[in-house]
T-cell receptor, first 114, second 114 residues
Framework: GDSVTQMEGPVTLSEEAFLTINCTYT??????LFWYVQYPGEGLQLLLK?????DKGSNKGFEATYRKETTSFHLEKGSVQVSDSAVYFC?????????????FGTGTRLTVIP | DTAVSQTPKYLVTQMGNDKSIKCEQN?????MYWYKQDSKKFLKIMFS???????INETVPNRFSPKSPDKAHLNLHINSLELGDSAVYFC?????????????FGNGTRLTVT
């Protein structure tokens, strides 16, 4: 079945450090891949997405590339800020599943300290 | 101009009670969802409606009953509440049911059953 595995947190970084949060997936069909971010006390917001192999999603300095050969969609940012502190969720939606059913990873909590 | 709004934000109740959570979206989306997030931040879909029609009904107890009076509203009624129902419940919507339609989430309802 479909699933997403992302690196365990929490992750604590100093401001301006480089961020990588690993995400790998298993899918039956042709998935679209997403990163969502959840700030404290809020719902999830779409951060970026990629719908086919080799696509790169990017937003707010974050990037992730859809790698079919390694079934990965790792999230990166070159220089994190305190305001990036949040929980990050990798997710996939699979064409095989029919209706839009997002499978989420377990989330990775990022804390950025000044 | 909140896009997806759900009420109440917090709900504390005793075992055995019946409660409802309301959700409304003003994005003009056709599809709405209910997700449950447990204490470890794991997110799992419960239900999805498209134009008031149920299209995803995951394995949840039948004490949970969604109701969609129109495509802008999806309410969740829970009967005979149990301790294990304590979680954060998120409503979401998307433009369609296709597998690459991003979801827009509400801010969540934290349900505590005592």
């Amino acid at each position: 079945g479909d699933s997403v595995t992302q690196m365990e947190g929490p992750v604590t970084l100093s401001e301006e450090a480089f961020l990588t949060i690993n995400c790998t997936y298993t899918a039956t069909g042709y998935p679209s891949l997403f990163w969502y971010v959840q700030y404290p006390g809020e719902g999830l917001q779409l951060l970026l997405k990629a719908t086919k192999a080799d696509d790169k999603g990017s937003n707010k300095g974050f990037e992730a590339t859809y790698r079919k050969e390694t079934t990965s969609f790792h999230l990166e940012k070159g220089s994190v800020q305190v305001s990036d502190s949040a929980v990050y969720f990798c997710a996939l939606s699979d064409s095989h599943a029919g209706a839009n059913n997002l499978f989420f990873g377990t989330g990775t909590r990022l804390t950025v300290i000044p | 101009d909140t896009a997806v709004s759900q009420t109440p934000k917090y709900l504390v109740t005793q075992m055995g009670n019946d409660k409802s959570i309301k959700c409304e979206q003003n994005l003009g989306h056709d599809t709405m969802y209910w997700y449950k997030q447990d204490s470890k931040k794991f997110l799992k879909i419960m239900f999805s409606y498209n134009n008031k029609e149920l299209i995803i009904n995951e394995t949840v107890p039948n004490r949970f009953s969604p109701k969609s009076p129109d495509k802008a509203h999806l309410n969740l009624h829970i009967n005979s509440l149990e301790l294990g129902d304590s979680a954060v419940y998120f409503c979401a919507s998307s433009l369609g049911t296709t597998y690459n339609s991003p979801l827009h989430f509400g801010n969540g309802t934290r349900l505590t059953v005592t």
